[in-house]
């Protein structure tokens, strides 16, 4: 259909109608876009951090790697989608299942009071609230494995405008088992007053 030129007849002209409208509806789209995407990216760092701290778990429980080698094949994984992320990785052992993420058991007195017994598990010579050693321990310890990986935003432009933080943050952890490799000799743990 052709428009004339006079008032009325602009009135019910639709010439560009579909311009207009596509025009009002871009930028919702191109948000709708940026966020599936941004969300996209943030799940599948989780999958990448998640997938990097089970390869760790296994090859620490064989005994056959140094911490140094497990970090660096976790750091390669994470790097391996995005070359700028940051990586931070924390290993302690423990006796025992039971005992991952608890204090030295204090036999007498209190913390508070500063005056007080107890059984220094990590051997370091101070009451710690978390007994575990660092490092990947030996033979049939548990490991407790928590890798933090940081990544920048996929669109600075989702940060101004979804709001989104400028950085993921994923922190990933697992507690796993040593194997049997070695001859296991069990200590008592020395008792510190302090």
């Known amino acids: 259909m052709i428009c004339r030129s006079d008032a009325y007849s602009l009135k019910f002209c639709e010439r560009g109608a579909a311009l207009v409208e596509f025009a009002m509806l871009l930028p919702v789209l191109c948000l709708l876009i940026i966020g599936t995407l941004e969300v996209g990216y943030r799940i599948y760092a989780v999958s990448v951090s998640n997938g990097a701290i089970r390869a760790a778990a296994r090859m620490a429980s064989t005994g056959q790697y ?5 970090d660096a094949e976790v750091v390669k994984q994470i790097r391996s989608f995005r070359k700028d992320a940051t990586v931070s990785i924390v ?3 423990y006796s025992d299942f039971t ?12 913390i508070a009071s500063g005056t007080y017994c107890f059984d220094d598990i990590n051997n370091n010579g101070t009451w710690d609230a978390d007994r575990g050693k660092n490092g990947l321990g030996g033979a049939e310890d548990v490991i407790y494995y928590e890798v ?23 922190i990933e952890n697992t507690i796993v088992s040593n194997e049997p ?13 302090k």
């Open 66 to 70: 140094t911490g140094t080698q497990i």
């Open 91 to 93: 290993k302690k052992s």
């Open 99 to 110: 005992g991952v993420g608890l204090p030295e058991p204090v036999t007498s007195g209190s």
């Open 148 to 170: 933090t990986a940081s990544y920048p935003t996929l669109f600075k432009f989702s940060e101004k405008m979804l709001k989104f933080s400028p950085t993921t943050k994923v």
């Open 181 to 193: 490799y070695a001859a296991v000799v069990s200590t008592p743990p020395p008792k510190v007053c």
